[in-house]
């Protein structure tokens, strides 16, 4: 019978909740606004952090784990000594070399060069394409995959010859309608000089809507040769996930001998790991989730003050059927239990809304924008559950009120 | 305002004279006779702690206790520091089956004498026994109950949830009992019948008449199967013969064995109830059969 009793008294609780509910369609509706707008604003950020954090995903698996990067600066470093950095010596093939020879430590080493060329062939010509000058370790340094013919190898440096790997953007759109192995042995331009075609690499995405396909490798010699051997190099040099921290000591040796850094200088170069970009990837993605819950607070404490608000009103209102309610045997418990259900299910239905919202907001930002949009379920079931909690918070005091009126006072209540 | 002062005193001074005539045979068959009793009784072994009188009707209960037993009963407020006496000392007994209504003008302390037997307000002091359970010291939670185990209230302005059906209005004191849903159904449609409604229960509040609302609110004060029906001028919002309607219904509830207690201003419906307790200031005036405490009444109210 107690249980009996609490059951009914909950559904009835409910019935009577929801009923006010529909009775005050438009009320109800202004009430969840601010729910809406807070759980909103919040799902589309956290759907635009987790679109983020997937294709930052797939563009770091391009950086290898246990790949050390030497280069002149130091990546995503901005600021202090900026100027110091800026009258470095370049890095090149004496670098290379000394660390070809002497890094014992060293699985693979590949040099990488880069700038923009126009490549013509077929027809068609492209500018701005990004050129890489490497040799025939690259691949293994995780940077990509080949998806038809062959990548570089030693004798194409040896020889400085001619040929090129296309990416996968640059060879859709110089041989439209081609597959990969069709435009092998086909003939391409770049910066005017004739190269073979040797291979294609594997489309890789793009990222912050930025291609990564749109690019060709020929041998470091050949870049060197075609457009000056000036440009500093970074030479990725894959260890062993174990021994990166031996490699690394090792380079640093290695580099400084053959730059003749006196002992008391600093370092003139940097060595890099994919970790940076991950470190300050996860500050940048944290200050933007920091964002997104400090907007997502007030705003859902804004929303939760609108359903006291109205919370006060229903109470207010309804003072009679209180009353009435009270003389008929409903016990305080059970009042409390109905405004509860009530504040609660206003702000689960805005939760609701927001969440609905906020994922059409996510995914118009994906289409609009270079940022992608992924939402999981927990980002969902997170927004309704936090704003029928809100309501729950915000709606104790007005139905504490209705619970604790005098039957007596309500009754007479006109 | 002031002109009515002279003839209140005047009846307050007049009223010992008055119902000690009216209410003498009463007295003797009905309430008047519960009271020197346990007064005479209580005192010797009184525990009071409220006050002397609180003290001397500590009692051990009666072979057949009334239904309603109202002893002493005293409520006061405090409004702006000053004490108003709503109820002073009254005394009523209710049997098993009686129609008693309590008849005072507005100020007279019947809202409070209902508020006290409907367990919505408690005495400040005094003892009142509803069905044998002693209300002094029950929790909110325990009125509650109670309320919903042995009243049923019948309000002059209906009080009925305007967005649910008669069906559903009728339902909700066993909603509160904790009634399985289909029991529940059942027994209102069976207390709709009982007042006529067969044909109207599944209609809101808005499509009835004023007649039919208070045959819904009679229905829901019935279902529970409470010891008491508490009427607080259940004809007060209709016109005559709707009222005359509502009258003949309760009296045909009395005649099947209900225990009806009606609160009204009025002394003409004060004169059909078999009994009638007049309240004026706080204090039992007059106590007898319905006709006689209403006529006698009468020119009081001409006076006013």
Not at chain 1, 85 to 113: C, D, F, T, W, Y
Not at chain 1, 270 to 276: D, F, G, H, L, V
Not at chain 2, 214 to 240: C, I, K, S, Y
Request: glycine residues 12%; contains cysteine; charged residues 20%.
């Amino acid at each position: 019978m107690r249980i009996g009793r609490a059951i009914s008294e909950l559904v009835e609780g409910l019935r009577i909740g929801l009923g006010a509910l529909a009775g005050n369609r438009l009320r109800t509706l202004l009430t969840t606004l601010g729910i809406v707008i807070g759980v909103m604003t919040v799902i589309a950020i956290v759907a635009i952090i987790q679109g983020l954090n997937k294709s930052f995903a797939d563009q770091i698996s391009g950086l290898g784990a246990s790949t050390l990067y030497v280069s002149k600066h130091q990546w995503l470093s901005l600021g202090d000594d900026w100027w110091t950095r800026r009258n470095r010596q370049s890095i090149g093939r004496r670098e290379l070399k000394a660390i070809e020879e002497g890094a014992l430590l060293a699985r693979a080493v590949a040099p990488q060069i880069g700038g923009r060329v126009t490549v013509s062939g077929n027809g068609h010509e492209l500018s701005r394409v990004s050129i890489a000058g490497t040799n025939a370790k690259y691949l293994e340094t995780g940077a990509g995959t080949l998806r038809a013919g062959r990548f570089l190898v030693e004798a194409d440096v040896d020889f400085s010859r001619n040929v090129v790997v296309l990416g996968a953007d640059v060879a859709d759109q110089l041989f439209p309608g081609l597959e990969p192995e069709e435009t092998l042995g086909g003939r391409v331009r770049i910066n005017g000089r004739g190269f073979t075609v040797q291979g294609v690499m594997e489309r890789r995405g793009s990222f912050l809507g930025q291609t990564q396909d749109n690019n060709v490798f020929v041998p470091v010699t050949t870049f060197q040769r075609l457009l000056g051997s000036k440009r500093s190099m970074q030479i990725a040099v894959v260890g062993s996930p174990e021994e990166l921290s031996k490699l690394e000591d090792e380079l640093v040796g290695l580099l400084r001998r053959v730059r003749r850094v006196p002992p008391e200088k600093p370092d003139d170069f940097s060595i890099n790991r994919q970790e940076q970009f991950l470190k300050i990837y996860r500050q940048l993605t944290g200050a933007l989730y920091g964002v997104a819950v400090g907007v997502g607070l007030i705003t859902l404490i804004v929303g939760g003050i609108g359903i006291m608000n109205i919370m006060l009103v229903s109470v207010h209102e309804r003072t009679r059927e209180i009353g009435l309610r009270r003389a008929l045997g409903a016990r305080k418990r059970t009042i409390l239990v109905q405004f509860l259900i009530e504040s609660s299910a206003v702000a689960a239905a805005g939760g609701a809304i927001g969440t609905l919202l906020g994922l059409a907001v996510a995914q118009l930002v994906a289409l609009v924008s270079p940022l992608a949009a992924a939402v999981t379920p927990s980002a969902v079931a997170l927004g309704f559950g936090f704003s029928a909690i809100v309501g729950l918070i915000f709606g104790s005091w007005p139905a504490w009120r209705a619970a604790n009126l005098d039957p007596v006072e309500a009754l007479r209540w006109e | 305002m002031s002109s009515e002062e002279s003839p209140k005193n005047s009846g307050r001074a007049a009223a010992p004279v008055q119902p000690e005539k009216t209410s003498r045979e009463p007295s003797s068959t009905r309430s008047g006779s519960a009271h020197p009793e346990r007064s005479s009784r209580g005192a010797s072994g009184g525990s009071g702690v409220e006050g002397p009188l609180e003290g001397s009707v500590e009692v051990g209960a009666d072979a057949a206790p009334a239904l309603i037993a109202l002893e002493e009963i005293r409520r006061t407020y405090h409004v702006g520091g000053e004490e108003v006496r709503a109820l002073d000392g009254v005394s009523v007994a209710v049997g098993r089956g009686e129609w008693v209504a309590i008849v005072g003008q507005s100020g007279s302390g019947k809202s409070t004498l209902m508020n006290i037997v409907g367990c919505l307000d408690t005495p400040t002091s005094g003892r009142y026994r509803l069905n044998g359970t002693d209300v002094r010291g029950l929790s909110d939670d325990e009125l509650a109950d109670l309320r919903n185990k042995e009243i049923g209230f019948v309000f002059q302005t209906f009080q009925l949830l305007p967005r649910s059906t008669a069906l559903a209005n009728v339902e909700l004191p066993l909603v509160y009992r904790g009634v399985p849903r289909r029991q529940r159904r059942e027994l209102a449609e069976e207390a709709l019948v009982r007042v006529g409604l067969e044909q109207r229960m599944h209609h809101r509040p808005n499509e009835l008449s004023g007649g039919q609302r208070q045959r819904v609110a009679v229905a829901r004060a019935l279902v529970g199967r409470p010891a008491l029906l508490l009427a607080d001028e259940p004809t007060g919002n209709l016109d005559t013969a709707t009222g005359e309607e509502i009258i003949g219904l309760f009296t045909e509830l009395h005649e099947a064995g209900n225990t009806i207690v009606l609160v009204t201003h009025e002394p003409k419906l004060a004169a059909r109830c078999p009994r009638a307790v007049r309240l004026s200031d706080g204090k039992v005036v007059a106590d007898g059969p319905g006709v006689e405490v209403a006529s006698l009444q009468l020119p009081r109210a001409v006076g006013t």
